[in-house]
């Protein structure tokens, strides 16, 4: 059966750095765009990061450019979220999630989520 399994997350302080993982089975991993969705708490879960099957182009949330990277590895089925910069509105449970892209590049979430990471930012 199909499973994404996250780790990584913790509680850091403002400005400091994580890298999150999450592996997946059950389903040929390097066919499938992948993405990191956050839900904070009272939040709607919001698309953060997405990259296509290959690795080849990321897409990412705007509040979140230039400190959040994406990257995958097809060998080991893992997907990754490097965090730097931790900002406390960055706290929130981080979710990989399997889909794919419209002709437009737009992500279209697949029906498998993992039970998340937390993050948690604080002093």
């Known amino acids: 059966q199909v499973q994404l399994v996250e780790s990584g997350g913790g509680l850091v302080q403002p400005g400091g750095s994580l890298r999150l993982s999450c592996a997946a089975s059950?389903?040929?991993?390097?066919?499938?765009?992948m993405s990191w969705y956050r839900q904070a708490p009272g939040k709607e879960r919001e698309l953060v990061a997405d990259i296509t099957n290959d690795g080849g182009t990321t897409n990412y949330l705007d509040s979140v450019k230039g400190r959040f990277t994406i990257s995958r590895d097809n060998a080991k089925n893992t997907v990754y979220l490097q965090i730097n910069s931790l900002k406390p509105e960055d706290k929130a449970v981080y979710y990989c999630n399997a889909g794919r892209f419209t002709s437009l590049r737009t992500y279209i979430a697949g029906d498998y989520w993992g039970k998340g990471t937390l993050v948690t930012v604080s002093t």
């Open positions: 059950g389903f040929t991993f390097s066919s499938y765009a």
